[in-house]
């Protein structure tokens, strides 16, 4: 162990000495426009202090674009049992875990022996980012390393544990980020793991009670680094903080080069994740914890990370049925997120040889086909800060448009189709109430307490959710947001 981890420090700090600056490509063209020009008129230089680094502006594209695809995919899709915790639940005397691989494998099975199985013999990224486009998405985030330390690139910091020299011998994170590039107008992100939990860098420095750093300054800082300049993602998702502090990792001094220098610097969004106190506090928007989904307004921009698999974020063969998140539960998911002012951020997990399995896939074509009818209640809406969760029909949840028009999401459909929703607007005779998809304006009356919405019967299908807009109508109680 000593010898390998004086290996891997003298190879590092020879890294670290070849890295020094860095020569920066221009901006993609193509992602100008996700910018507020006036916001940055004059140049800001954001300092490695999180007074500094929180006053940098969300780039707008983030707040408007609303969902995302989660994409957990790595050498865990392998044995795909349990969860993608797979390798530290297994040597951490997981007892389903110890079972499974003692029925199902030789003695002394490595898990390094698993990476020669993923494949990825099916992975195509065209037909991948048509699916993602057809899922009504706006962004992609793809795990570039888990917490395994196996990396979706040839990174030179990974010590060829990667998809490019062991594996499907591909570089699965150029593929997808090109083919995305190529033909969608979806943006392109990628989830970075922090820690890795058997690297002997690492484990030196926990050891160590985190007063060394060599795992962070010669691996960490210069592979997120490699990482965001070669491929230019617009969402650097972080993760694997919480054993150490951002003072170890280095998380102020390496946002403060991600703002200010680095090829996306302007459009480039993060998380919350970067050391033991900063979730829920610092970051460009909030994760708290994994499915955090609060239920009511929140000051700062979040998201709501989850899966479709309640279970797992990576793929499970003994899935069952009754796990996966249905139609009807994933749109209240994405609803009750948006209303109250966050990013829904849904994950799947694809197979070792990468194929979205069809329940994946006819979800996400759901949600899909749900936005083509629903999604001006969705995208780039805001919402309504007087109320967010009706106050009589507790299952309607509101939104508002950029043209002022409200928003009422119905999530379920009410017995007599008359809907009662409470009169916080004011009416006139303009004020036209219409369902989306619909084909004419709703009859309704006023009353001091509620408005009372007649509903047609034809629409009591069984879709996941209905979309009321109501146009000319001005809020009672508070200015319109």
């Given at each position: 162990?000593?010898?390998?981890l004086?290996?891997?420090?003298?190879?590092?700090?020879?890294?670290?000495k070849?890295?020094?600056?860095?020569?920066?490509?221009q901006v993609d063209?193509?992602?100008?426009?996700?910018?507020?020009?006036?916001r940055?008129?004059?140049?800001?230089?954001?300092?490695?202090?999180?007074?500094?680094?929180?006053?940098?502006?969300?780039p707008t594209?983030f707040?408007?674009d609303?969902?995302g695809?989660?994409i957990?995919?790595?050498?865990?899709?392998?044995?795909?049992?349990g969860s993608e915790?797979?390798w530290?639940s297994?040597?951490?005397?997981?007892?389903?875990?110890?079972?499974?691989?003692?029925k199902?494998?030789k003695?002394?099975f490595?898990?390094q022996?698993f990476?020669?199985?993923f494949?990825?013999?099916?992975?195509?990224?065209?037909?991948?980012?048509?699916i993602f486009?057809a899922?009504?998405?706006?962004?992609?985030?793809?795990?570039?390393?888990?917490?395994?330390?196996y990396?979706?690139?040839?990174?030179?910091?990974?010590?060829?544990?990667?998809?490019?020299?062991?594996g499907?011998?591909?570089?699965?994170?150029?593929?997808?980020?090109t083919?995305?590039?190529?033909n969608t107008d979806?943006k392109?992100?990628?989830y970075?793991s922090l820690y890795?939990w058997?690297?002997?860098?690492?484990?030196?420095?926990?050891?160590n009670?985190?007063t060394?750093?060599?795992?962070?300054i010669n691996?960490i800082?210069p592979?997120m680094?490699?990482?965001?300049?070669k491929?230019?993602?617009?969402v650097?998702?972080?993760?694997?903080d919480?054993?150490?502090?951002?003072?170890?990792?280095?998380?102020?001094?390496f946002?403060?080069?991600?703002?200010?220098?680095?090829p996306v610097?302007?459009?480039?969004?993060?998380?919350?994740r970067?050391?033991?106190d900063?979730p829920?506090k610092?970051g460009?928007f909030?994760?708290?914890?994994?499915r955090y989904?609060?239920?009511?307004?929140q000051?700062?921009?979040?998201e709501?990370?989850?899966?479709i698999?309640k279970?797992?974020?990576?793929?499970?063969r003994?899935?069952?049925?009754e796990?996966?998140f249905?139609?009807k539960?994933l749109?209240k998911?994405?609803?009750?997120?948006?209303?109250?002012?966050?990013?829904?951020?849904?994950?799947v997990?694809?197979?070792r040889?990468g194929?979205?399995?069809?329940i994946?896939?006819?979800?996400?074509?759901?949600?899909g086909?749900?936005?083509?009818?629903?999604?001006?209640?969705?995208?780039?809406?805001?919402p309504w800060k007087?109320l967010q969760n009706?106050?009589i029909?507790?299952?309607?949840?509101?939104?508002?448009?950029q043209?002022?028009?409200?928003?009422?999401?119905l999530?379920?459909?009410?017995?007599?189709n008359?809907?009662l929703?409470?009169?916080?607007?004011?009416?006139t005779d303009?004020?036209?109430?219409d369902?989306?998809?619909g084909?004419?304006?709703?009859?309704?009356?006023?009353?001091?307490?509620h408005i009372q919405?007649?509903?047609?019967?034809t629409y009591?299908?069984?879709?996941?959710?209905?979309?009321?807009?109501?146009?000319?109508?001005?809020s009672?109680k508070?200015?319109?947001?």
């Amino acid at each position: 162990m000593v010898a390998k981890l004086v290996c891997f420090c003298i190879f590092g700090l020879l890294v670290r000495k070849s890295f020094g600056s860095d020569n920066h490509p221009q901006v993609d063209s193509r992602y100008e426009d996700d910018l507020d020009v006036s916001r940055y008129s004059v140049e800001k230089k954001y300092e490695p202090n999180w007074e500094s680094l929180d006053s940098r502006p969300l780039p707008t594209w983030f707040d408007e674009d609303k969902i995302g695809i989660f994409i957990h995919w790595g050498v865990f899709s392998v044995p795909s049992f349990g969860s993608e915790w797979f390798w530290h639940s297994w040597k951490n005397d997981g007892k389903d875990y110890i079972e499974y691989m003692e029925k199902h494998y030789k003695p002394n099975f490595s898990y390094q022996e698993f990476a020669p199985e993923f494949t990825a013999e099916f992975f195509n990224a065209t037909k991948w980012s048509k699916i993602f486009e057809a899922s009504g998405a706006k962004y992609i985030v793809l795990t570039s390393k888990h917490h395994e330390g196996y990396t979706l690139w040839p990174s030179k910091y990974s010590y060829s544990w990667n998809s490019v020299d062991v594996g499907p011998h591909r570089d699965l994170i150029g593929e997808l980020s090109t083919a995305l590039r190529k033909n969608t107008d979806l943006k392109f992100g990628v989830y970075h793991s922090l820690y890795e939990w058997f690297n002997p860098l690492y484990v030196n420095d926990k050891e160590n009670n985190f007063t060394t750093d060599f795992f962070v300054i010669n691996k960490i800082i210069p592979e997120m680094k490699e990482l965001i300049n070669k491929y230019q993602p617009q969402v650097l998702w972080s993760d694997g903080d919480w054993e150490a502090s951002e003072n170890y990792w280095k998380s102020k001094e390496f946002l403060a080069w991600l703002y200010n220098e680095s090829p996306v610097k302007d459009t480039i969004v993060t998380n919350d994740r970067w050391g033991t106190d900063v979730p829920c506090k610092h970051g460009d928007f909030f994760n708290c914890k994994d499915r955090y989904n609060p239920g009511v307004l929140q000051t700062h921009k979040w998201e709501n990370a989850m899966t479709i698999d309640k279970e797992s974020w990576g793929f499970r063969r003994n899935a069952q049925l009754e796990d996966y998140f249905t139609l009807k539960e994933l749109v209240k998911e994405l609803v009750v997120t948006v209303s109250t002012g966050g990013n829904l951020l849904m994950n799947v997990g694809p197979t070792r040889d990468g194929i979205i399995s069809p329940i994946f896939e006819e979800r996400l074509l759901g949600i899909g086909k749900w936005l083509k009818t629903n999604g001006e209640a969705i995208y780039k809406s805001k919402p309504w800060k007087l109320l967010q969760n009706d106050t009589i029909t507790k299952d309607v949840w509101y939104t508002h448009g950029q043209d002022d028009s409200l928003y009422a999401i119905l999530l379920s459909w009410p017995n007599d189709n008359i809907l009662l929703l409470s009169n916080l607007v004011n009416t006139t005779d303009t004020t036209k109430i219409d369902l989306l998809g619909g084909s004419h304006s709703l009859k309704w009356k006023a009353t001091p307490e509620h408005i009372q919405i007649t509903l047609p019967s034809t629409y009591a299908n069984e879709e996941p959710a209905w979309v009321l807009r109501i146009q000319n109508h001005q809020s009672t109680k508070l200015n319109n947001p």
